[in-house]
């Protein structure tokens, strides 16, 4: 079965310093990785996702994630955070082999970034 | 122009109530899910429906019921409501219910057993 680990449940950073907030996953098939958004009191928003191709794919506001096959691991990072990323991120990995080819997501426990004025 | 939308926003009840939450989403998708998120923030799948049938049932409790009146909706009834219930439940979308398809969320309704 697949999994996913956030390694770190807080992260404080000061507004303008760069931030990484990483992710470790496991499974033995190819899989899809995806970054999540969720501010307080609302859903989950999509950040930014790794399909094929590119190890190093562009999100929204910013941010960025670098795929990393032989780590395991996919990582978020944006060079310079604003007050407005105070947020909880959640790194989620999707496949479709234990689901009779249908998608099934696991996310990770989450990592809240608080950024500090 | 919301994408996903469920109500209610906040739903506060007590122990042995049944209850249901709405959701309905507007971007023409196919597949539709509840998650539910715990005090600590893990989120977990519950159910998924792919055009109004069910695709995954994750070892809830039969005293959660989802239906699919068309595949814009998906409605979630549980009965006999317990402590253990308090969480936030979410609905979700995807256009199809491929690995690769992003997740669409709605903001969620916040259930509170007393």
């Known amino acids: 079965a697949q999994s996913v680990t956030q390694l770190d449940s807080q992260v404080p950073v000061f507004e303008e310093a760069p931030v990484e907030l990483r992710c470790n996953y496991s499974?033995?098939?190819?899989?899809?990785l995806f970054w999540y958004v969720q501010y307080p009191n609302q859903g989950l928003q999509l950040l930014l996702k790794y399909l094929s191709g590119s190890t190093l794919v562009k999100g929204i506001n910013g941010f960025e994630a670098e795929f990393n096959k032989s780590q395991t691991s996919f990582h978020l990072r944006k060079p310079s955070v604003h007050i407005s990323d105070t947020a909880e991120y959640f790194c989620?990995?999707?496949?479709?082999?234990?689901?009779?080819?249908?998608?099934?997501?696991?996310f990770g426990t989450g990592t809240k970034l608080q950024v500090i004025p | 122009d919301t994408a996903v939308s469920q109500t209610p926003k906040y739903l506060v009840t007590q122990m042995g109530n049944d209850k249901s939450i709405k959701c309905e989403q507007n971007?023409?998708?196919?597949?539709m899910y509840w998650y539910k998120q715990d005090s600590k923030k893990f989120l977990k799948i519950m159910f998924s429906y792919n055009n109004k049938e069910l695709i995954i049932n994750e070892t809830v409790p039969n005293r959660f019921s989802p239906k699919s009146p068309d595949k814009a909706h998906l409605n979630l009834h549980i009965n006999s409501l317990e402590l253990g219930d308090s969480a936030v439940y979410f609905c979700?979308?995807?256009?199809?219910?491929?690995?690769?398809?992003?997740?669409?969320f709605g903001n969620g309704t916040r259930l509170t057993v007393t």
């Open positions: 979700a979308s995807s256009q199809v219910m491929v690995a690769n398809s992003p997740l669409h």
């Open positions: 971007l023409g998708h196919d597949t």
């Open positions: 989620a990995v999707s496949d479709d082999r234990d689901s009779g080819g249908y998608q099934k997501v696991t």
């Open positions: 499974s033995s098939v190819s899989v899809y």
